[in-house]
């Protein structure tokens, strides 16, 4: 009896004293492992305003080959969530960032509205638009930097335009974007 006793001890020991030798090592591997990886810390916090950036392509003229090319500028995305229409366009007034390239909307123009009605955006900008003159090549580049621009939003598949609210001679149509 003295002996099963004593085994039972024996035994209780050697599962305890593994036991807590597996517990050490295994402690001990984990220290070991998180060791081995740092935090990171990024050099500048990625700001609200960042996080919402996106890029739009905005199509202006070459000024030497006169074709019409794209330059993607980052913006904001929350500037395009009451009317991307119209704020896309506006930014087109704007003057390109890259020197190669110029603007074929005419000084002077106002857009005052630009909705869409079944895939076709009908933009309402003010006269100084036809301040194109009798130059065809620039009324067509305005009208193709317009389109692709706008054509940029899956929604979009033709333009037309309204003067001053009303329809106008010059721009009688609808127009889709060119390739």
């Not at 220290?31 to 990171?40: F, G, L, Q, S």
């Not at 955006?121 to 003010?126: F, R, T």
């Not at 620039?138 to 621009?149: E, R, Y």
């Amino acid at each position: 009896m003295k002996k099963r006793v004593f085994y039972f001890i024996v035994l209780l020991v050697i599962l305890l004293g593994g036991y807590f030798l597996a517990s050490y090592l295994n402690d001990r591997s984990q220290k070991e492992e998180n060791e081995k990886y740092e935090d990171y810390t990024p050099q500048e916090e990625i700001s609200e305003e960042q996080y919402r950036e996106t890029i739009v392509n905005l199509y202006y003229v070459n000024k030497e080959k006169k074709e019409i090319m794209a330059e993607a500028r980052a913006i904001d995305a929350k500037t395009l969530s009451t009317n991307p229409y119209k704020r896309l366009i506006e930014l087109l007034l704007e003057n390109p960032q890259n020197e190669a390239l110029e603007r074929v909307i005419p000084e002077g123009v106002t857009i005052y509205d630009a909705n869409i009605e079944a895939g076709c955006v009908i933009i309402n900008a003010s006269k100084e638009i036809l301040n194109f003159g009798e130059d065809e090549t620039l009324k067509n580049n305005l009208i193709n930097t317009i389109a692709k621009t706008l054509a940029e939003l899956t929604e979009v598949e033709k333009i037309s335009f309204l003067i001053e609210g009303k329809e106008n001679k010059e721009f009688s149509k609808e127009y889709l974007p060119t390739k």
